[in-house]
């Protein structure tokens, strides 16, 4: 199949940049307000999904996607941070959206993860400060 826009392959490193910061920025967004904002919110959510013990899973969640997702805009450990924030989307897809159905459901989750994993495979890119983490 032929290339429609070869002179796209000369800005192909910029394509782990743009995932990287659209990913993190979404995850920051998600994880600060866990964290900072709606801690016991969260908590009580967790707990009545069975997310025990809540508490400590709201620092683990929220950590993973504030931190994750600054990790993802700097370039820092991006498959690290790709490879939990895939795992964090899979427990929320099975826990939480599956059930809900793919529109209005995990749609979302699913691009998210799938994001993620794409991270994984393809590294951070050429404008990363990974240090192969």
């Known amino acids: 199949m032929p290339n429609l826009f070869p002179q ?3 800005y192909s490193d910029w394509g782990p940049l743009l995932l990287r910061v659209a990913l993190g920025l979404v995850f920051i967004a998600h994880g600060y307000p866990k964290l900072f904002k709606n801690f ?5 959510f967790f707990d009545s999904i069975g997310i025990r013990p809540a508490k400590f899973w709201v620092f683990v969640v929220g950590g993973v996607e504030f931190f994750g997702g ?9 498959q690290l941070a ?24 995990y749609e979302f989750d699913l691009v ?5 994993v794409a991270l994984l495979v393809l590294g951070p890119g050429s404008y990363a400060l990974d240090l192969g983490f």
């Open 70 to 78: 600054i990790a993802l805009v700097a370039g820092f450990a991006t």
């Open 40 to 44: 016991g919110q969260t908590a009580g």
């Open 82 to 105: 790709a490879a939990l924030i895939a795992a964090n989307m899979a427990v929320a897809i099975g826990k939480v959206k599956f059930k809900q159905g793919f529109v209005s459901g």
């Open 8 to 10: 796209l392959f000369a």
């Open 112 to 116: 998210l993860l799938l994001v993620a």
